[in-house]
């Protein structure tokens, strides 16, 4: 199988940092919350976020092979409830701050609060990534002043009830409308056609059968024009799959990692760094190899 083809943009401007897109990238989860499904609570000490201990994690998936640090500071995980902008803020915004001052890397920021989005881009964040799309009163707008590139993910409903039960009657096209939608709305807010991404959600509103479609047809975003981040990371469909408990995906998770690079993914969001470059480095070479006369 030779990786799929993709007319999206060769490159990603990230503030200050250029993201080439010709090569996929390992996107590393941080999540600075107490409640996130796979990894919350690892940074809070005291009811604080332990900074040092957040740069040690950073500074070790950036010498695995992390080109993009995602910071999340609202669990979006099934049944999660939210949480104030202000307490948003003071999650994320110190870890922005810390990482920024630091580390060369481009930093993503897991948020749908305007707030959120002004206050990172303002501490040094490179990428806006939203589950809601930017359909947050006051998220359009913020994400246009900041000239940051966006990724828009579909979701159905909210994560408080979103896999009660999701329906849909083509779930491709549906997704793939509503994000090429999205995409219109942010070109007429301002956010350049080459500075968005697409995420097609697995997991949000989605049962397995859902995900598994959605997947087979990851060439088909792919061949949208935009670039395609793909996040199914020790997720409830692997678990499904492998009847293996969140701690015991990580094969999983790199399998389908490189899956969805081979069908046109540029950036996989993931929690086992180390072990998914590896994949994509072999997915990268043996492609290649496969490509020479």
């Not at 202000?86 to 870890?95: F, I, K, M, S, Y």
């Not at 956010?191 to 959600?201: C, E, F, Y």
Request: glycine share 10%; hydrophobic share 45%; with cysteine.
């Amino acid at each position: 199988m030779t990786l799929a083809t993709s007319l999206c943009p060769p490159q990603l401007r990230c503030g200050g940092r250029v993201l080439d897109l010709r090569n996929p990238h390992v996107m590393a989860v941080v999540n600075v919350t107490p409640d996130s499904f796979s990894d919350g609570g690892q940074l809070h000490w005291g009811g604080a976020i332990a900074l040092d201990v957040l740069c040690e994690r950073v500074e070790a998936f950036i010498e695995q092979g992390a080109t993009l640090i995602d910071i999340g500071g609202e669990s979006t995980r099934p049944g999660a409830a939210p949480v104030s902008e202000q307490e948003e803020c003071d999650r994320v915004l110190p870890a922005v701050e810390a990482i920024a001052a630091r580390f060369d890397v481009v930093i993503s920021v897991d948020t749908s609060t305007a707030a959120v989005i002004r206050g990172s881009a303002d501490l040094g964040a490179g990428l806006i990534n939203d589950v809601r799309a930017l359909q947050r009163p006051g998220a359009l707008a913020a994400a246009a002043q900041t000239g940051l590139p966006v990724c828009l993910m579909h979701m159905q409903g909210e994560p408080d009830s979103m896999q009660a039960d999701p329906r849909y009657r083509d779930i491709v096209a549906e997704v793939r409308d509503f994000l090429l939608a999205r995409a219109a709305t942010c070109e007429a807010a301002g956010i350049a056609r080459d500075q968005v991404l697409l995420d097609p959600g697995f997991g949000f509103g989605k049962s397995l059968n859902h995900n598994l479609t959605l997947f087979r047809s990851l060439s088909q975003f792919a061949e949208l024009g935009f670039p395609v981040l793909v996040g199914v990371s020790r997720k409830s469909m692997l678990g499904a799959i492998t009847g293996r408990e969140v701690g015991d995906r990580m094969p999983a998770s790199v399998v389908a990692a490189a899956l969805a690079v081979e069908r046109g993914a540029k950036i996989v969001r993931v929690h086992d760094v180390a072990e998914t470059a590896d994949a994509l480095a072999v997915v990268s070479a043996l492609n290649g190899l496969m490509e020479r006369p």
